[in-house]
């Protein structure tokens, strides 16, 4: 079970830019670092949540994601 993902981008993304990026083109996740207790907590983690999203729109939004974090190399 579960309804949603925990994914790792590269080092260089703060995934709480990455998901402003990504919600300006209707794709939605959830940066991680709110997650973390630790004060140095990490900022390249982020949460991909599928269960409320119709199967026919999760490999274009997989896409979307990729292009935006390749988009940063």
């Known amino acids: ?3 949603s993902l925990w994914m790792r ?3 260089r ?3 709480t830019d ?3 990026a990504l919600a300006r ?3 939605l996740i959830e940066p991680g670092a ?4 630790a004060p140095d907590r990490p900022h390249d983690f982020y949460r991909l949540g599928y269960s409320s999203i ?3 729109k999760i490999a274009a939004g ?3 994601i990729a292009r935006h974090i390749q988009a940063h190399r």
């Open 9 to 11: 981008a590269p080092d």
């Open 34 to 37: 709110p997650f973390f207790a």
């Open 18 to 20: 990455l998901a402003q």
């Open 62 to 64: 997989v896409e979307q």
């Open 25 to 27: 083109d209707g794709v």
């Open 1 to 3: 079970g579960g309804s």
């Open 54 to 56: 119709p199967a026919s």
């Open 13 to 15: 993304i703060d995934t």
